[in-house]
C-alpha cells in the first residue's frame, strides 16, 4: 500500500518545466486543429535567407554593421559558415540586395573587375561594382559542398538612364546577364531561380522602373533562360520585381509580360518601421500590429487569382526593421525577441500560400541569423531551423479559445509519418498558458447554441488520444514532442536561445547543437511561459488533409 502510495505522489507532484518562472499567473486555453482540409502550401524549401552587396562602408546612424559579409569578401572558408548552411541539408540561398542593379558580372569585359566604392552621385552612394567568375566559383563550390538552392538576382538597370528623380527610363541592355548565365550553365552551376531587379516597383527604394517596360524585359529574360536552359526540364523558376508589393503595378507586369512568364511574384516584408521608434519592442508583442501584414499577403493572393494563375507568391526579402537602422537594429534583430517577429511573419506568409520566406541575411548587418564578426548563430538562426525540420508544406487551420496574447499555427509534420507540428508563441511578459489541444474531430457541436464543446470526461480524453493517433495506442504513439524556446535569465533582448532550458551553442568545431525535445503525454495541456515559443510535434496525429 505505501508503495502505491509513493508512486501515485510520484505521477502527481511533478517537477515544473524548467522554461518555467516561479509564482507565475497562469491562464487556462484551448487550441483546436482543424484538419480535415489545408487552407495553404508551401513548398518544400520554404525557410530561406539572403546574401547581401553591402561593402563594409555601408554606414548609417553611425553604425557599420556589414563588415566583410558581402557576397564579394564573405570568408567561405570560415569553418562555421559551411556547417551553418549543411544543418539544413537544403538550404535555399538568395543573392542579391540593393546594390545588384549596380553589379557588372566580369564575362566576356574587358574592364578592370573593381569593387564597390563610395560616390556621392552613385545610387545608394555607392559606384558600379564588379563579380569576377573566380568569385562566382568559389561561391558554388560552398553552395555545391552544402546542398544550398539558389536563387540570383540580376542586375535590372543595366542599359536605363535616370531621367527624373528616382525614375530610370531605357531599354535593358541584356548582354552582361546573358553572358554571365551562358556562363553559370556552362559549369553546371544549378542556380534554381533567376530573380529579376531590386526594388524598382511601384514607388520604388532609390530606383523606379515603369511596370509596362519591365515587363517587356522579363519577357526578354525568359527567352533567354529558354535559349540556354535547352532542356524543358532543366528550365529555373523567374521571379520578379522583389520590390514592395503595389497591386497596380504588380498587375500591369503580369499583363503585359503574359502567361507563363513569370514563375512568381516577389515581394519585401519590413513590417516594424522605424528601428529608432521608442515602442518597437511594444510592436513585436502587439497582435494587433502584427496582423497589419496580412493585408500584403492577402492583396497579393488576390492579385495572383485575378492576372496569374500560373504564377505563386514569394517573399524574397524580410528583414522587419525597413528605415532608420536600415540594417537591423542592434539588440533587437539579432536578439530572442526577434524570433517572435520573425516565426509571426514566417507563418503569416505561409496561410496565404507564399511559396518561399527568405530572411534578410544570412549573414550581414545586424538582423543576420548569423554574427557578422563571429559566425556564431543569433536566436533567429534556431527558430529558421526548428521551422525547417519540424513544419511541412501543408497549412493547417486553428481555432484558439484565449486572449489575443496567444498564437497559434500549424503545418503538417516535416517527417514521411503522418501527423502536424503546432507552433505556440506567447506574447504576455507576465502570463503562462496551460494549452488544451485537441482535433476537431472530437469536438461536437451543441445544436442549441452552435458552440463548440469540448469533451470533458476522463475516460473520453483517454479516448481522443488513441483518435487522434488514427489507431491503436502504444508507449510511443501517445506521446508528443515538445521544443520550448526562452531568453536566458529572462533577458528577452539577449542574443542567447535556451532550448527547454539548456543553451544553445556551438560545439568547439563549430558544429551546430542537437535540438533535442522533450517528450510529454499526447493529451496533457502545453505549458507556454511568458514571452516563449514552442514547437509540438504530434506524429499520427489524425488529420486528413495530412494523409
Excluded at 561561391?139 to 542599359?159: E, V
Aim: charged share 20%; aromatic share 10%; net charge neutral.
Amino acid at each position: 500500500m505505501a508503495a502505491r502510495l509513493l508512486l501515485f505522489l510520484a505521477l502527481v507532484c511533478l517537477q515544473a518545466p524548467p522554461w518555467a518562472s516561479a509564482q507565475q499567473p497562469e491562464q487556462e486555453a484551448t487550441v483546436i486543429v482543424k484538419g480535415s482540409a489545408k487552407i495553404a502550401e508551401t513548398d518544400q524549401s520554404y525557410v530561406c535567407a539572403t546574401m547581401d552587396w553591402w561593402p563594409p562602408e555601408k554606414c548609417n546612424y553611425n553604425q557599420c554593421p556589414w563588415g566583410q559579409s558581402s557576397i564579394l569578401n564573405l570568408d567561405l572558408d570560415h569553418p562555421f559558415l559551411a556547417q551553418a548552411i549543411q544543418a539544413f541539408d537544403n538550404l535555399r540561398i538568395r543573392l542579391g540586395g540593393s546594390l545588384q542593379d549596380r553589379v557588372v558580372y566580369d564575362v566576356g569585359t574587358n574592364s578592370t573587375c573593381s569593387p564597390f566604392t563610395n560616390v556621392s552621385n552613385g545610387l545608394f552612394g555607392f559606384s558600379a561594382g564588379c563579380l569576377s567568375m573566380d568569385r562566382w566559383d568559389k561561391l558554388n563550390d560552398l553552395f555545391q559542398k552544402t546542398g544550398a538552392i539558389i536563387t540570383f538576382r540580376l542586375n535590372a538597370l543595366d542599359g536605363r538612364h535616370n531621367v527624373q528623380r528616382s525614375f530610370w527610363a531605357g531599354k535593358w541592355n541584356s548582354t552582361n546577364a546573358y553572358d554571365f548565365v551562358k556562363y553559370t550553365v556552362s559549369n553546371g552551376y544549378p542556380v534554381n531561380s533567376w530573380e529579376f531587379g531590386n526594388e524598382l516597383s511601384g514607388h520604388g527604394t532609390g530606383a523606379r522602373v515603369d511596370a509596362k517596360l519591365y515587363g517587356k524585359d522579363v519577357t526578354e529574360l525568359r527567352s533567354i533562360l529558354q535559349q540556354l536552359y535547352r532542356a524543358p526540364l532543366s528550365q529555373p523558376l523567374l521571379l520578379a520585381p522583389g520590390g514592395f508589393f503595389d497591386q497596380q503595378w504588380y498587375t500591369q507586369l503580369l499583363q503585359t509580360s503574359g502567361h507563363g512568364v513569370v514563375s512568381a511574384l516577389t515581394h519585401h516584408i519590413y513590417n516594424l518601421g522605424g528601428g529608432d521608434d521608442v515602442h518597437l519592442m511594444r510592436k513585436i508583442v502587439d497582435p494587433k500590429y502584427l496582423d497589419r501584414s496580412e493585408d500584403t499577403y492577402r492583396d497579393m493572393q488576390l492579385t495572383l487569382q485575378r492576372h496569374g494563375t500560373w504564377a505563386s507568391a514569394w517573399v524574397s526579402e524580410s528583414g522587419g526593421i525597413r528605415w532608420r537602422f536600415n540594417n537591423g537594429r542592434q539588440l533587437v534583430s539579432n536578439t530572442f525577441m526577434n524570433s517572435i517577429w520573425y516565426l509571426d511573419q514566417t507563418w503569416n506568409g505561409s496561410k496565404y500560400n507564399t511559396k518561399v520566406f527568405c530572411r534578410q541575411t544570412l549573414i550581414g548587418g545586424n538582423y543576420g541569423l548569423l554574427d557578422t564578426e563571429t559566425f556564431l548563430p543569433n536566436p533567429d538562426y534556431y527558430s529558421a531551423l526548428l521551422w525547417h525540420r519540424l513544419m511541412g508544406n501543408g497549412v493547417l487551420s486553428v481555432d484558439i479559445n484565449a486572449p489575443r496574447k496567444l498564437r497559434a499555427y500549424t503545418e503538417h509534420l516535416k517527417a514521411k509519418i503522418q501527423g502536424i507540428t503546432l507552433l505556440l508563441i506567447n506574447l504576455s511578459n507576465s502570463t503562462g498558458y496551460n494549452v488544451t489541444l485537441q482535433n476537431d474531430l472530437n469536438v461536437s457541436v451543441d445544436r442549441t447554441s452552435g458552440h463548440r464543446r469540448r469533451h470533458s470526461s476522463f475516460s473520453h480524453g483517454l479516448k481522443r488520444a488513441v483518435s487522434w493517433l488514427g489507431g491503436k495506442a502504444s508507449s510511443e504513439s501517445t506521446k508528443r514532442d515538445e521544443y520550448h524556446l526562452t531568453a536566458k535569465d529572462g533577458d528577452h533582448q539577449g542574443r542567447t536561445m535556451l532550448l527547454n532550458g539548456v543553451p544553445l551553442e556551438l560545439g568547439d568545431d563549430g558544429s551546430v547543437p542537437a535540438l533535442n525535445p522533450v517528450p510529454a503525454a499526447v493529451d496533457s495541456p502545453v505549458y507556454l511561459a511568458p514571452t516563449s515559443i514552442a514547437f509540438v510535434v504530434l506524429p499520427r496525429f489524425e488529420a486528413k488533409a495530412c494523409s
